[in-house]
């Protein structure tokens, strides 16, 4: 029994093609893990990148903090806002979140950073021009102080030259011992011994800044040992906080205008006779000094 050949070029074909389609399905499978593995680089890469940008955002925004010192304690809301998104950003990229979400809320905090400072530069600007408004206040208050201070000085000077300038004199002062004889009778003498009045005449400055009215003008003489010569404990006068005996006074209707005044000391019944030696004879009005001079006895 005749056997033929069996055909196997069917098989081989067959066989042919199933290995070709394996070929090209394990290097399709080849180019796939390729692709991946270039995507998970890639996608590294840009994790890496964009948490670089989020660093460097935020270095960024901490030096602007710093820069403007406690200017930036006025956008503590939004300072808080851009803490949270970053925050946030953070975990997106260590939990392997879409890269696309990641880059779309990196962008918005990029504005809000840009708003930040945008904010805080209009606030210190603002701040900037509010200090040399101040200072220039300040500056101009000082002067004004300044100009007060130079109109008092110059007032004070000015009431202390009126008040200077308002006050009585005397000149013209004669102290002249006399002899009484009989009424309305005076001899004058330089012998202690016949002394017994003494006559001091004087005259009142012309001065319009005094102001017109009843002056009171005190005298005393003072004895060789500065004794005060007085007719008695009740001829005292108050100046200048003091109590001060007096030998005599006159009361002048003083009007501005200059005027002699004559006044005497005459000696107590029964006192002592003057002494000789060197008297000496001043002035005063009830507040001051006017004038004063001596005399001798013999």
Not at 57 to 86: F, Q
Not at 87 to 114: D, N, Y
């Amino acid at each position: 029994m005749d056997t033929k050949p069996v055909n196997t070029l069917p098989y081989k074909i067959s066989i042919g093609v199933l290995l070709a389609v394996i070929a090209v399905m394990a290097w399709m499978l080849l180019n796939q893990k390729k692709e991946i593995v270039i995507q998970e680089k890639g996608s590294d890469n840009m994790q890496m990148e964009l948490q670089g940008q989020l660093d460097s955002l935020l270095a960024e925004h901490e030096r602007v903090k710093v820069s403007y010192g406690d200017l930036s304690n006025s956008l503590t809301e939004r300072d808080s806002i851009i803490n949270a998104r970053a925050m946030e950003i953070k975990k997106l990229l260590g939990s392997k979140s879409e890269l696309a979400v990641v880059k779309r809320k990196l962008a918005q905090l990029q504005q809000i950073t840009q708003v930040y400072e945008h904010q805080i530069d209009s606030l210190f600007t603002v701040n900037r021009k509010l200090k040399a408004e101040n200072e220039k206040i300040k500056i101009d208050y000082n002067l004004e102080q300044q100009k007060t201070t130079d109109l008092s000085k110059d007032k004070e000077k000015l009431n202390e030259k009126i008040t200077g300038a308002a006050v009585l004199k005397a000149y013209k002062i004669s102290a002249v011992a006399y002899k009484s004889r009989g009424v309305d009778k005076e001899k004058e003498t330089d012998k202690a011994a016949r002394a017994d009045k003494i006559k001091v005449c004087f005259t009142v400055s012309e001065n319009k800044l005094v102001s017109s009215g009843y002056k009171r003008f005190f005298v005393r003489i003072a004895r060789p040992d500065n004794s005060i010569l007085t007719r008695g404990p009740a001829y005292t006068f108050q100046f200048l906080g003091q109590t001060l005996q007096f030998s005599a006074m006159e009361t002048l209707n003083y009007e501005g205008d200059a005027a002699d005044v004559c006044t005497y000391f005459e000696s107590p019944a029964n006192g002592p006779e003057l002494a000789k030696g060197r008297y000496y004879v001043n002035v005063f009005t009830e507040d001051r000094e006017i004038g004063q001079t001596s005399f001798e006895l013999k």
